[in-house]
């Protein structure tokens, strides 16, 4: 399959998943550490099926980027616990400006990490790209609070996470990486955080259902993100270009709260920051 289909698929799993995870934050009652490790236990164990049909789950050659893949799991790990932490404080809008600093964190870890170079035009296409994704959610008087250091943070630990996925993309095959990815960032932290989770966890016996239906469809929409980008990543002919392409996923973000979140204040700079969004993305695959 092509990488830029393949990323397309990714951007809306993602974009999906942002929907997703609002919906997980306000219906499931617990800290955002246990948030975090739910979302990683079900995807990872629907990973386990999925890795039977992308050539199954293979650890030969991790040891030759075991810190790539540890930066990986950490940056995973940390980045929802920030995420949905700056969530449950922040409005949509306000988190959606926040998060697209993940455009500059990963044009960045690109060019230092996966050796990408990018032409002028290309540089006007992440320039077009920010300024589309700040005029889609800007409100007059944003002040840089707890909440939005908190998504800033997420960004750079996602970028992060971007960043050495694509590095280990090559090595690690697809279905090590999304146990590694999920059930390994799960067990990290309910390692650290074991007394909290097992607090936590009393207080889902009143909210099963809830809870595995919203967990269900986050995860679901994440591990589709995962693999898409993973396999775009892998056949890509710049990794750090599919990095930059991914954060497009903020826009669709926003169209897909106006449809299905009914979101629908200023919609001229909406219709307007998604032709910039077009226009970005041609000039960053140039």
Do not use: C
């Amino acid at each position: 399959m092509n990488w830029i289909l393949l990323t397309i698929l990714a951007v809306v799993a993602r974009s999906t998943y942002s929907i997703a995870t609002k919906l997980l934050s306000k219906h499931v009652k617990v800290s955002p550490i246990t948030q975090s490790v739910l979302l990683g236990v079900y995807a990872g164990l629907l990973a386990l099926p999925i890795s039977l049909l992308v050539g199954g789950i293979n650890f030969s050659g991790i040891s030759t980027v075991w810190q790539a893949t540890l930066i990986m799991i950490v940056s995973q790990a940390f980045g929802n616990i920030l995420f949905f932490k700056g969530l449950n404080s922040l409005d949509a809008g306000t988190t959606q400006i926040a998060f697209s600093s993940i455009l500059i964190w990963g044009a960045i870890l690109s060019a230092l990490y996966l050796g990408s170079q990018y032409s002028g035009l290309q540089l006007l296409g992440i320039f077009l790209m920010l300024i589309a994704i700040l005029l889609i959610q800007y409100r007059k008087g944003l002040k840089l609070d707890k909440g939005i250091l908190l998504i800033i943070g997420s960004a750079a630990l996602f970028a992060i996470f971007q960043v050495a996925s694509a590095k280990i993309s090559n090595i690690v095959n697809t279905g090590a990486y999304l146990i590694l990815a999920y059930l390994g960032s799960a067990l990290i932290l309910i390692i650290i955080y074991f007394k909290t989770i097992t607090k936590d966890f009393k207080l889902l016996v009143n909210q099963v259902k809830t809870t595995s239906l919203s967990t269900l469809f986050a995860s679901g929409t994440s591990l589709l993100y995962f693999t898409f980008s993973y396999f775009a990543y892998q056949i890509a002919p710049d990794k750090g270009i599919v990095v930059i392409l991914l954060t497009t996923q903020v826009i669709l973000s926003v169209i897909f709260g106006i449809i299905f979140l009914k979101e629908r204040e200023n919609m001229t700079k909406k219709i307007l920051a998604g032709i910039l969004a077009v226009a970005a993305s041609i000039l960053i695959k140039a």
